[in-house]
Nanobody, 117 residues
């Protein structure tokens, strides 16, 4: 049974930092491309950052220079370090796992991030 569990969300003031974690089980984590998505109220879910199985990274323009995605294959966990947070970063953040070469996606339940001005 595949499990994808996010943690680390919360309430923070603008300019602050948070680190999100996504821990997986039931998959071979090292061969999964991993990503962080977010969905704000009334908006579509959008890609924030992704890291491939080879640790290549991609960032949405809105978070470049502020967010860092990284992974620890030994812990089957990916992270999203979020610095210089802005109120517009407020959203539910979701983790997604995608086995290399597969069209299968595994989603977590999401973690709320709220940035106050």
């Amino acid at each position: 049974q595949v499990q994808v569990v996010e943690s680390g969300g919360g309430l923070v003031q603008a300019g602050g930092s948070l680190r999100l974690s996504c821990t997986t089980s039931g998959i071979i984590f090292s061969i999964n491309n991993m990503g962080w998505y977010r969905q704000a109220p009334g908006k579509q879910r959008e890609l924030v950052a992704q890291i491939t199985s080879a640790s290549s990274t991609y960032y949405a323009d809105s978070v470049k220079g502020r967010f860092t995605i990284f992974r620890d294959n030994g812990k089957s966990t990916e992270y999203l370090q979020m610095n210089s947070l802005k109120p517009e970063d407020t959203a539910v953040y979701y983790c997604r796992a995608n086995p290399l070469g597969s069209s299968q996606f595994y989603w977590g339940q999401g973690t709320q991030v709220t940035v106050s001005s």
